[in-house]
């Protein structure tokens, strides 16, 4: 088990968090990062949307502490700090959505290993609501599962999707498609937009917290998405839209004023989610965990209670 550096002033998080290397069973490598305590009565398995790295979802893990739950996250492969996919590490790629599951493994196999409390919970944000949605069908022994804006469908004009599928095809098919999505940046997000103009949030505090930390440790961006993966990510929600949901006890969020991933496909799911809820939140973007305080208390008492009814 080899240590790996977690930023812990940037995360802002509970006290004694660590990071380890993972190797996955196709040997690419990532970082796991987990906050634990002595008292903590489960730990949540807490997966990153695109972008996003463990220093991230710091205040989380303390919002989840005080709560009673220790976290565990990662980096997933192409992001964070951990093995990036591409010569050109600004773009976000990976070869197959499937590959997603090889880190869910490796994450897993971790959190047990180091004997980190039980049962287990998962928290899914955006990229990683589809990580999750497909490991849940696939039998990811938690007992009850929080969605944040999920990625069930990705958000765009009706009249682009056949460009952007067809696009993504064609590059698949000549090989070229390492290179970044049409109307893609190198730079990350919240470093080349103003906080009024951004969709993630619409806390100021939550916003400088996440320029602060790609500032101070630049080598934790990414920029724009490759063609592969566009192509791996509408073919992954389009196959689970076709799925049935599991019967594990949901919880879904999503922010009133979405403008990131696909609504409809979130509300077509949680219609039909065997006792699952969905909470819309009036005025809130897409980053329900990072918005301002008194949602971000609504969030974490609403999830913890749903994890405190399934001990």
Request: charged share 25%; proline share 6%.
């Amino acid at each position: 088990m080899r240590y790996a550096p977690l930023h812990s002033d940037l995360a802002d998080g509970p006290d004694s968090g660590a990071a380890h290397w993972l190797k996955t069973t196709d040997n690419r490598q990532i970082r796991v990062g987990h906050w634990v305590s002595d008292t903590d009565r489960g730990t949540v398995l807490l997966f990153p949307g695109r972008t996003e790295y463990i220093e991230k979802y710091g205040r989380a893990a303390a919002s989840l502490r005080a709560r009673g739950y220790a976290t565990i996250t990662l980096d997933w492969r192409g992001q964070g700090l951990a093995e990036r996919l591409l010569p050109f590490r600004a773009t976000g790629h990976v070869h197959s959505f499937r590959d997603y599951q090889k880190d869910v493994a490796a994450m897993l196999t971790h959190a047990r290993d180091l004997g980190l409390p039980k049962p287990f919970y998962l928290i899914a944000h955006s990229m990683g609501g589809a990580i999750g949605l497909r490991a849940l069908i696939e039998g990811l022994p938690v007992r009850a599962a929080m969605f944040s804006a999920p990625m069930w469908g990705i958000q765009m004009n009706a009249s682009l999707r056949p460009f952007a599928w067809a696009l993504s095809v064609a590059a698949r098919r000549v090989g070229m498609d390492t290179g970044m999505a049409p109307g893609q940046k190198v730079e990350n997000y919240v470093n080349r937009i103003t906080l009024d103009m951004n969709e993630l949030t619409s806390d100021p505090d939550m916003f400088d917290y996440m320029i602060h930390q790609l500032t101070e440790q630049p080598d934790l961006g990414l920029g724009g998405p490759s063609l592969r993966w566009l192509y791996e990510a509408l073919n992954e929600t389009r196959n689970l839209a076709r799925l049935t949901s599991p019967r594990t006890p949901c919880l879904t969020f999503l922010g009133s004023a979405e403008t990131i991933v696909d609504a409809p496909r979130i509300r077509t799911r949680m219609d039909k989610w065997p006792g699952g809820t969905l909470d819309v939140i009036d005025g809130a973007k897409h980053e329900v965990m990072m918005e301002t305080p008194d949602v971000r208390e609504r969030v974490f008492d609403a999830t913890c209670a749903l994890f405190d009814a399934h001990p």
